[in-house]
């Protein structure tokens, strides 16, 4: 499995803004979307491309435009803050929802709400969440977008723990992760050390 993790200098500014726990929910979200531009150019990096025939005001010419349908896979709650930046840079993606939270006691993910475009075979998936702990929400999301048979499946994270990058090794070892950063561990909670505490409520002031 390739893990690319972000050296950008704007991804590790905006991470000791949005790390610090008086920062308040505007700036947590407008932050978080800021991150999820860069990570969204990162990963969109090796897009396959098709030569097509544009008509300039002057001229023909060829040009090259995105090939395959990019499906874009927010994982609710916390994922959906990581949406918009990327839509407006592939505003042609279609977007499939999957709700799950993690069990407070057991740390297991419970799926609530899945919603999938008809036609993902052969498409360049990419799920978003902003943190991969454990890894057992970001694997069976994988799992279950598998089943569609998609071409290539790239999962995006803004902060992960290394237990989690290894569980979706041991899981999923054909799939891309680009990460924001690689965290220390797991607290016993199962939540990322240092990390930034509970993503969807500071997305969402909750
Ligand atoms: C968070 C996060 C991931 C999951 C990561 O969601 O957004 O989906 O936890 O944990 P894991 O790697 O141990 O599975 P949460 O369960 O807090 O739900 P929310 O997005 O609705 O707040
Ligand atoms: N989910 C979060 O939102 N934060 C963590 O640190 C772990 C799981």
Do not use: W
């Not at 999820?36 to 008509?55: C, F, M, P």
């Not at 349908?69 to 959906?80: E, K, M, N, Q, S």
């Not at 709400?113 to 008809?118: E, K, L, S, T």
């Not at 089943?147 to 799939?175: F, T, W």
């Amino acid at each position: 499995m390739e893990v690319f993790t972000s050296t950008h200098p704007l991804v590790h500014h905006y991470l000791s803004v949005i790390r610090q726990q008086d920062t308040e929910t505007e700036l947590f979200a407008h932050h978080l979307e800021n991150i999820a531009t860069v990570l969204a150019v990162e990963a969109t990096r090796d897009l396959r491309q098709q030569q097509i025939e544009v008509t300039t005001p002057l001229e023909n010419c060829s040009a090259l435009a995105l090939d395959k349908p990019i499906i874009l896979v927010p994982i609710l709650r916390a994922g959906l803050g990581m949406l918009a930046p990327f839509r407006r840079l592939i505003p042609t993606a279609q977007v499939a929802h999957v709700g799950m939270y993690r069990d407070e006691e057991t740390l297991e993910p419970v799926v609530y709400y899945q919603r999938i475009p008809a036609e993902m075979e052969g498409s360049t998936v990419l799920i978003l969440d902003p943190m991969l702990a454990t890894g057992g929400s970001a694997s069976q999301a994988i799992t279950f977008i598998k089943q569609y048979r998609p071409a290539r499946i790239k999962l995006v994270n803004i902060i992960a723990a290394p237990e989690g990058v290894e569980r979706i090794r041991q899981d999923h070892e054909d799939i891309t992760v680009f990460l924001g950063v690689l965290d220390r561990q797991l607290n016993q909670r199962g939540y990322i050390l240092p990390g930034l505490g509970d993503a969807g409520d500071r997305i969402y002031g909750t």
